[in-house]
């Protein structure tokens, strides 16, 4: 029988999905199989939003129709019956997962003590314990304990049970009252801040709201929330002094003169960035004044509704907004305030969640996240003007995952972020063109390159190069690592890194790891992205050094040198190769367990290995696979990530002194997040912090 939470509130609007979301996404570190169920959804021609946002985590594998239970037309036909379906869709569901996460019933408008009691039968049916979710909005300490303590009494009075609280929505202010009234609740109590943004729709949701059309600008800034609503009814300087970051601006669409103003503020540095403009009243710009913005070439989202001011304002300030997957901001705020104030341990404690033997490929990347955010490093990203690098980074800031300096025009850089509707602001922006650095920066490169007649009016040509400019703030600790190559090959990203941070003591190359996450482990593959034809001692230097990165990151070190035949069946100069560096990573780590010349289906597969080499420690339980050359490497890890489903994380560069790490120039975001967590670890094992970061 599947462990089992289920999510309650007495009322709406209480942020339920997101404490869900948090929920689900804690979960799925530590469980193979997360199941989600929703007991009570509107009609097939209604998808539930909720259900659809947790559905699409990745750690979840689900299809929608799997997840629900009934219609609210089906209960209000038949309570009865409906609660028998529940019960039976229920049981499907938890089959096949570990742990189910239930997200009861929604309130459209007001309290009903009717529905709750509802939720609480189906949770007692279920056998599901119940984490109530209240809110603290607009509330005293006193209303909250009251709120709770009724709630709670309508759960138990129909054989159900809380074993937690959420308190979601607390402003800052009443925290402590909040705090003080629920101290003596006997059940876990946990607090999530009011967060605004989470409630603010997105453009296209607003644009829906007041029947709107897209008369210009960039369709993809539809996604950036409406944060703020200003009704420009005044004239053009009353405006601009009232004008917010992430505001929708109404105007009437006959007021050309108010669509210039706003568009030139939104293009100015000296104002904030607006999100869209909406043109009321039917009216559109004349054909001059069209002309004019679309020359403009800015990309400003302006709609067009055929509502009155009054009937546009009232919509927008009364339109919410839905986390979604799209939604990628407000999915990294309600993340990151659940893992702040929730306790993992307790809540996990709470559901009585042991750990999974396995590991999957998002428990992987969450365990990169949870460690980099143990000890929180300072990480330079070079490419600040790409869309990519800028979603990682508002995600990595917000999750708190590492401290960031982007290198880039400040101007450019954060103006995107704005249009984007992303986050950046703790990350200082440094121009490497004008940065006040590059002085005493020229002055070091002289002189690690002087035997190569390096100068100081030569250098100062090379480092406004921003892979250079970044690997000379890991050279001199002002960032612990850099990540480049959404935009640059990898000799551009590592080629100063030889230059400038060289190897470690003891470590004559570098080289690189692939982790190959694949359904149920994690294996680790090298070198498969930076040396082309290793001789014997190289080979043997690649094995220590992925040995030491896999243990570094988790994984149980059994090396496994691969060649195309094993033991002492097979000779030529390949063979050879591999067979003399295997003596050597014997002779240097005698710690290590490391098996060579090996097959990969004998460092694999038990069966093979009980027939070709029985008495082997690694053969049949490999975790780190060292491929004798780049053109074998590079094509075995290619054919694994495709072939079996594998996540590939890397490259991740060894052997240097500090870490620099390459992305691929296809990267997504979120390989580029992990890539950044990557480094944060690499950079906690190396030792010296950074300064603190520049401004």
Known sequence: MARSIYIASPEGYTGKSTIALGLVDLVVRRVQRVGIFRPVVHGSDQPDNVLELLLSHDGVDMDYADAVGVTYEEV????????????????????????????????????????????????????????????????????????????????????ASVVAVAVNRCPEEAADDVRAHLADVTVPVWLFPEIPLLSAPTVAELMASVDGTLFAGDEALLIREAEHVLVCGMNTDHILERLRDGQVAIAAGDRSEVLLALMSAHASENFPSLAAVVLNGGYLPSPQVRTLVEGLGQSLPIITTAHDTYETARIASTTRGLISQGT?????????????????????????????????????????LERARGDRKHIVLPEGTDDRILRAASTLLSRGVADLTLLGNEAAVRGRARELGLDIDAAPVIDTRTSELLE??????????????????????????????????????????????????????????????????????????????????????????VNPDPTAEQLADIAISSAETAAQFGVDPRVAMLSYSTGASGTGADVDKVRTATGLVRERRPDLFVEGPIQYDAAVDASVARTKMPESEVAGRATVFIFPDLNTGNNTYKAVQRSAGAVAVGPVLQGLNKPVNDLSRGALVQDIVNTVAITAVQAQGAGTPAKEPIA
């Open 76 to 159: 209000h036909a038949d309570e009865d019956a409906a609660l028998s379906r529940i019960v039976e869709r229920y049981r499907e569901v938890e089959h096949a997962c570990d742990v189910v996460v239930i997200v009861g019933s929604d309130y459209t408008d007001v309290a009903g003590p009717a529905e709750l009691a509802f939720n609480a039968r189906v949770a007692a049916n279920l056998g599901s314990p119940v984490l109530l979710v209240v809110k603290a909005l607009d509330r005293t300490g006193e209303e909250v304990r009251q709120v709770v303590d009724l709630a709670s009494a309508e759960i138990r009075a129909n054989h």
């Open 328 to 368: 990628q901001r407000k999915r990294d705020l309600a993340l990151s305030a659940f893992e702040q104030n929730a306790d993992p341990e307790a809540v996990l404690a709470t559901l009585d969640v042991p750990r999974s033997p396995v590991v999957t490929p998002l428990m992987f990347e969450s365990e990169l």
């Open 440 to 529: 005493e920066f020229a002055e070091e490169y002289t002189r690690l390159r002087q035997h190569k007649g390096m100068t100081v009016d030569r250098a100062l040509e090379v480092l406004p190069s921003v892979s250079y400019f970044g690997t000379m703030m890991v050279h001199l600790g002002m960032a612990d690592g850099m990540v480049s190559g959404a935009q640059h090959t990898t000799a551009h990203t590592i080629k100063p890194s030889f230059e400038i941070i060289k190897t470690r003591p003891g470590t004559s190359i570098v080289s690189s790891v692939f982790f190959m996450c694949l359904a149920d482990r994690v294996l680790v593959y090298g070198d498969c992205a």
